[in-house]
């Protein structure tokens, strides 16, 4: 099994920069260098919904359009974690994220969230106007 646990939620201000911290553990077999990872994010009322997604080694990244430009996901192998720098927060922003894991064989990256096999609990952000 693989423990994903966010940090980093909390109260910011519209146009603030915040930074969102997901560490893995455990093992289902494989190394931590060999997952895709994700950020997805939920609002009340509302499906979740994809945000970030990276590949091995960084070199992938896409981006939900609503955050393009704004968002930057970064990894380090090394320590298991991965990243969610956000820039110029909306209001719209506000909701719950998530960090997943993919462990798809050959590292094929995908924004579907039925193709991420472990989850976190999730760490709010609330950005206020």
């Known amino acids: 099994q693989v423990h994903l646990e966010e940090s980093g939620g909390g109260l910011v201000q519209a146009g603030d920069s915040w930074r969102l911290s997901c560490v893995a553990s455990?093992?289902?077999?494989?190394?931590?260098?060999?997952?895709?990872l994700g950020w997805f994010r939920r609002t009340p009322g509302k499906e979740r919904e994809f945000v970030a997604v990276?590949?091995?080694?960084?070199?992938?990244?896409y981006y939900a359009d609503s955050v393009e430009g704004r968002f930057t996901i970064s990894r380090n192998n090394g320590a298991k974690s991965v990243y969610l720098q956000m820039d110029m927060l909306h209001p719209e922003d506000t909701a719950d994220y998530y960090c997943?894991?993919?462990?798809?064989?050959?590292?094929?990256?995908?924004?579907?969230?039925?193709?991420?096999?472990?989850w976190g609990q999730g760490t709010q952000v609330t950005v206020s106007s």
């Open positions: 997943a894991a993919d462990l798809s064989p050959f590292g094929v990256v995908s924004t579907d969230e039925s193709s991420f096999d472990y």
């Open positions: 990276i590949n091995w080694n960084g070199a992938i990244t």
């Open positions: 455990g093992s289902a077999g494989r190394s931590f260098s060999d997952y895709v």
